[in-house]
């Protein structure tokens, strides 16, 4: 079992940064594979970024790359999101997520643990 926090969400105005946290706890989680997604308002669940358990691999969502970056912890039971040039319409619930396997993946079905989600809003 596995289990995921997120925080450092909040409140930021157009073009700014934040960043956000994932601890997670449990069996091996430094040999999970971990991934951040994200839900606006009336919208689906939408892939962000993604690392592999090592730190070697990592993915990106068209939408925030060269904005956004995945990173973990020397531990490996952290993962952060640096969130930067922030925009509006990046406004979320934003989820951690982890799943075993190899390499990296966009497809949320193939994460099998889930944080309680963090809100970030991004004012114009």
């Known amino acids: 079992q596995v289990q995921l926090v997120e925080s450092g969400g909040g409140l930021v105005q157009a073009g700014g940064s934040l960043r956000l946290s994932c601890a997670a706890s449990?069996?091996?989680?430094?040999?999970?594979?971990m991934g951040w997604f994200r839900q606006a308002p009336g919208k689906g669940r939408e892939f962000v970024a993604a690392i592999s358990w090592s730190g070697g691999s990592t993915g990106y969502a068209d939408s925030v790359k060269g904005r956004f970056t995945i990173s973990r912890g020397n531990a490996k039971n952290t993962v952060y999101l640096r969130m930067s040039s922030l925009k509006p319409e990046d406004t979320a619930v934003y989820y951690c997520?982890?799943?075993?396997?190899?390499?990296?993946?966009?497809?949320?079905?193939?994460?099998?643990?889930w944080g309680q989600g963090t809100q970030v809003t991004v004012s114009s």
């Open positions: 997520a982890a799943r075993g396997g190899s390499g990296v993946s966009t497809r949320s079905d193939q994460y099998g643990y």
């Open positions: 449990g069996r091996t989680v430094g040999s999970y594979n």
